[in-house]
């Protein structure tokens, strides 16, 4: 049993095991190519397919049809990806030769899911671009995530995946601007819990504190 997002954006889907879905682990993986530095030809339809492909030792002309599903009809209608250029063809229809092939990259909204996918390497780089492409409403949010994510990244991106999560569960309608209070009316208990653990450890004498991260150290 499916237990699905209700946008079409699929990277949280699982099964009921918990397992993420096939559809989940492909537009994870689309999206985790076309944030890294990786060359324009990995980026078109065909080099995403062959990509995943190899990774996976299977034909690439397999998985094509569901890696254009995901662009053409989900990651590039959202606004998630969009076309970067083109690149040309020597071989194949005179037309197509002419025009090329269009290769892709994430957008700014691309850039915060892609900021919620614990796949994907060098994020501190990815939240520095989304940065900055900031607008000004989201210039109070910049200040305080830039610097928790030197001391607490896997706090900080566990943010990132709530949002991005309570956007795909329709908590609310828009991913960008990006507005965190949008947050504050959902219920989230790991997030309470957080909070709480902070509030209280600021209220501890030194001795206290180096008690709590002795216990936290013994059981982390």
């Known amino acids: 049993m499916k237990i699905k997002s209700n946008t079409k954006l699929a990277i949280f889907d699982t099964f009921k095991g918990g397992n993420l879905t096939g559809e989940a682990n492909r537009q994870r993986t689309i999206i985790t190519i076309l944030g890294s530095k990786v060359n324009a030809a990995e980026k ?21 049809s569901g890696i254009f599903r995901d662009l053409d009809e989900i990651l590039l209608p959202m606004g998630i990806a969009e076309e970067n250029g083109r690149l040309p063809l020597k071989r194949g229809p005179k037309a197509l030769q002419e025009i090329g092939i269009p290769f892709y990259h994430l957008t700014k909204k691309g850039i915060l899911v892609a900021l919620s996918i614990s796949e994907i390497k060098d994020r501190e780089i990815l939240l520095d ?23 607490s990244p896997n706090f900080t991106y566990s943010i ?23 947050l504050r009316d959902i219920s989230n208990e ?31």
């Open 160 to 182: 990132f995946q709530k949002y991005v999560k309570a956007f795909c569960d329709n908590k609310f309608e828009e991913l960008l601007p990006f507005d965190l209070s949008k």
């Open 129 to 151: 671009e989304f940065f900055s492409k900031s607008e000004s409403a989201e210039k109070e949010f910049e200040n305080i995530l830039s610097k928790l994510i030197k001391t």
């Open 190 to 220: 790991s997030l309470a819990i957080q909070k709480e653990i902070l509030l209280a450890f600021l209220k501890l004498s030194k001795p206290e504190k180096d008690d709590a991260i002795r216990f936290l150290d013994k059981i982390t």
């Open 44 to 64: 078109t339809r065909t080099g995403i397919s062959r990509k995943i492909a190899k990774k996976h030792g299977i034909a690439w002309k397999n998985i094509y």
